[in-house]
Protein backbone atom coordinates (compact mmCIF):
# COMPACT_ATOMS: atom_id res chain seq x y z
CA UNK A 1 0.00 0.00 0.00
CA UNK A 2 1.17 3.22 -0.93
CA UNK A 3 1.35 5.98 1.73
CA UNK A 4 1.99 9.25 0.85
CA UNK A 5 2.42 11.55 3.87
CA UNK A 6 -0.12 14.48 5.48
CA UNK A 7 0.57 17.66 4.40
CA UNK A 8 -0.37 20.26 7.54
CA UNK A 9 -0.40 23.44 5.23
CA UNK A 10 -1.82 23.44 1.33
CA UNK A 11 -4.31 21.93 -0.66
CA UNK A 12 -5.26 18.93 -2.46
CA UNK A 13 -6.52 18.61 -6.06
CA UNK A 14 -8.84 15.80 -5.99
CA UNK A 15 -11.25 13.84 -8.53
CA UNK A 16 -9.13 14.48 -11.49
CA UNK A 17 -9.70 12.50 -14.31
CA UNK A 18 -6.92 9.22 -14.45
CA UNK A 19 -4.23 10.49 -16.25
CA UNK A 20 -4.91 14.29 -16.11
CA UNK A 21 -2.68 14.67 -13.41
CA UNK A 22 0.49 15.90 -15.55
CA UNK A 23 -1.33 18.20 -17.81
CA UNK A 24 -2.26 19.84 -14.56
CA UNK A 25 1.10 20.01 -12.99
CA UNK A 26 2.36 21.79 -16.36
CA UNK A 27 -0.66 24.12 -16.29
CA UNK A 28 -0.48 25.16 -13.20
CA UNK A 29 3.80 24.98 -13.58
CA UNK A 30 4.00 23.57 -10.28
CA UNK A 31 7.62 22.49 -10.91
CA UNK A 32 8.30 26.33 -10.36
CA UNK A 33 7.23 26.04 -7.16
CA UNK A 34 9.44 25.85 -4.10
CA UNK A 35 7.66 23.54 -2.22
CA UNK A 36 6.72 19.80 -2.33
CA UNK A 37 4.03 18.19 -4.77
CA UNK A 38 2.90 14.82 -4.30
CA UNK A 39 1.38 12.94 -7.63
CA UNK A 40 -1.14 10.31 -7.19
CA UNK A 41 -2.02 8.82 -10.52
CA UNK A 42 -4.49 5.91 -10.62
CA UNK A 43 -5.57 5.55 -7.16
CA UNK A 44 -8.92 3.85 -6.67
CA UNK A 45 -11.85 5.61 -6.11
CA UNK A 46 -15.13 4.24 -5.30
CA UNK A 47 -17.05 7.02 -7.43
CA UNK A 48 -15.17 7.05 -10.37
CA UNK A 49 -13.12 3.77 -10.63
CA UNK A 50 -9.71 5.23 -10.76
CA UNK A 51 -8.36 9.24 -10.34
CA UNK A 52 -5.25 11.18 -10.19
CA UNK A 53 -4.66 13.75 -6.75
CA UNK A 54 -2.34 16.61 -6.27
CA UNK A 55 -1.31 17.12 -3.22
CA UNK A 56 0.42 20.84 -2.91
CA UNK A 57 2.27 21.88 0.36
CA UNK A 58 1.87 25.50 -0.33
CA UNK A 59 -0.55 28.69 0.67
CA UNK A 60 -3.29 28.11 -1.82
CA UNK A 61 -3.04 31.73 -2.59
CA UNK A 62 0.30 30.75 -4.38
CA UNK A 63 -1.55 30.17 -7.48
CA UNK A 64 -4.39 30.78 -9.71
CA UNK A 65 -6.74 27.70 -10.33
CA UNK A 66 -9.11 28.88 -12.31
CA UNK A 67 -7.80 26.69 -15.47
CA UNK A 68 -8.38 23.59 -13.79
CA UNK A 69 -12.65 23.41 -14.64
CA UNK A 70 -11.64 23.31 -18.25
CA UNK A 71 -8.85 20.60 -17.88
CA UNK A 72 -11.60 18.38 -15.84
CA UNK A 73 -15.02 19.75 -14.39
CA UNK A 74 -14.89 16.98 -11.67
CA UNK A 75 -11.94 18.49 -9.77
CA UNK A 76 -12.35 19.38 -6.05
CA UNK A 77 -10.31 21.29 -4.30
CA UNK A 78 -9.45 20.64 -0.42
CA UNK A 79 -7.47 23.64 1.73
CA UNK A 80 -5.88 22.01 4.78
CA UNK A 81 -4.50 23.64 7.21
CA UNK A 82 -3.04 22.67 10.69
CA UNK A 83 -3.26 19.35 9.11
CA UNK A 84 -6.87 19.39 8.27
CA UNK A 85 -9.62 20.32 5.64
CA UNK A 86 -11.27 23.30 6.19
CA UNK A 87 -12.62 23.98 3.23
CA UNK A 88 -13.73 21.91 -0.10
CA UNK A 89 -13.81 24.15 -3.20
CA UNK A 90 -15.68 23.38 -6.47
CA UNK A 91 -14.78 25.18 -9.33
CA UNK A 92 -17.06 26.97 -11.83
CA UNK A 93 -15.47 27.43 -15.60
CA UNK A 94 -14.26 31.00 -15.87
CA UNK A 95 -16.03 33.37 -18.32
CA UNK A 96 -12.40 34.24 -19.81
CA UNK A 97 -9.01 32.27 -20.42
CA UNK A 98 -6.29 33.78 -21.20
CA UNK A 99 -3.24 31.96 -22.61
CA UNK A 100 -4.44 28.35 -22.37
CA UNK A 101 -6.29 27.47 -25.09
CA UNK A 102 -4.61 28.18 -28.68
CA UNK A 103 -6.99 28.96 -31.50
CA UNK A 104 -6.61 26.08 -33.87
CA UNK A 105 -7.89 28.78 -36.89
CA UNK A 106 -4.94 28.98 -39.19
CA UNK A 107 -6.28 32.74 -40.29
CA UNK A 108 -7.04 34.03 -36.80
CA UNK A 109 -4.87 36.87 -35.71
CA UNK A 110 -3.79 34.83 -32.47
CA UNK A 111 -2.72 32.20 -34.99
CA UNK A 112 -0.19 34.62 -36.87
CA UNK A 113 0.78 37.74 -34.70
CA UNK A 114 3.06 36.39 -32.26
CA UNK A 115 3.23 37.29 -28.70
CA UNK A 116 -0.46 37.99 -28.88
CA UNK A 117 -2.66 37.26 -25.87
CA UNK A 118 -4.84 34.35 -26.71
CA UNK A 119 -8.03 34.59 -25.15
CA UNK A 120 -11.16 32.65 -25.31
CA UNK A 121 -14.78 33.37 -23.50
CA UNK A 122 -17.46 30.74 -22.41
CA UNK A 123 -20.13 30.81 -24.86
CA UNK A 124 -22.33 28.43 -24.30
CA UNK A 125 -21.71 27.28 -20.24
CA UNK A 126 -24.34 24.67 -20.44
CA UNK A 127 -22.04 23.03 -22.84
CA UNK A 128 -18.68 23.93 -22.10
CA UNK A 129 -18.16 25.98 -24.95
CA UNK A 130 -15.51 28.36 -25.60
CA UNK A 131 -14.62 31.04 -28.49
CA UNK A 132 -11.88 32.64 -29.28
CA UNK A 133 -12.16 36.52 -28.91
CA UNK A 134 -10.72 37.31 -31.82
CA UNK A 135 -12.13 35.05 -34.85
CA UNK A 136 -15.52 33.21 -32.82
CA UNK A 137 -13.84 29.90 -33.72
CA UNK A 138 -14.93 27.03 -30.76
CA UNK A 139 -12.45 25.24 -29.16
CA UNK A 140 -11.70 21.78 -29.42
CA UNK A 141 -8.77 19.94 -28.23
CA UNK A 142 -8.30 18.00 -31.81
Partial sequence: MLNVGKIEEGFVIDHIEAGKAMQIYDHLELGK????VAIIKNARSNKMGKKDI???ECPIDTLSLD??????HNININVIKDGEIVE????ALPKEIRNVLRCRNPRCISSIEQGLTHVFYL???ENEIYRCRYCEEKYSET
Fill in 33 to 36: LDCS
Fill in 54 to 56: IKV
Fill in 88 to 91: KRHL
Fill in 123 to 125: ADE
Fill in 67 to 72: VLPILD
